[in-house]
């Protein structure tokens, strides 16, 4: 069994940074990919980035529109995941939710491919 807690988040002025942490515990040897999504208010949750923890350990991946903003990064000696947001606007508010990928399917980017969730943490951005 795996579980995620999240830490960080907050408010920011656009522009500025926020740093959202997430740790993990259990059987974290079974986690293939750590991924973050976000939820808006009266929008689905969508995916922000991704990164392997198996096969092609490292490799990341990120939603368009926070290329070159956000960052994942993961401390295999920690078990924690961390996305590092900079530059944000005010279009990033939303809950942002980490989640792990236990069974390997190579959609990153989609709900449906995360077994484990965390309780979401707010990220809000004022203009």
């Known amino acids: 069994q795996v579980q995620l807690v999240e830490t960080g988040g907050g408010l920011a002025q656009a522009g500025g940074s926020l740093s959202l942490s997430c740790a993990t515990s259990?059987?974290?040897?079974?986690?293939?990919?750590m991924g973050w999504f976000r939820q808006a208010p009266g929008k689905e949750r969508e995916f922000v980035s991704a990164?392997?923890?198996?096969?092609?350990?490292?490799?990341?991946f990120y939603l368009d529109s926070v290329k070159g903003r956000f960052t994942i990064s993961r401390d295999g000696a920690s078990n924690t995941i961390y996305l590092q947001m900079n530059s944000l606007k005010p279009e990033d508010t939303a809950v942002y939710y980490c989640?792990?990928?236990?069974?390997?399917?190579?959609?990153?980017?989609?709900?449906?491919?995360?077994?484990?969730w965390g309780q979401g943490t707010q990220v809000t951005v004022s203009s």
């Open positions: 989640a792990a990928e236990l069974r390997f399917t190579n959609s990153y980017y989609l709900c449906g491919a995360y077994d484990v």
């Open positions: 259990g059987d974290t040897s079974s986690i293939y990919t």
């Open positions: 990164i392997r923890c198996r096969f092609d350990l490292g490799t990341t």
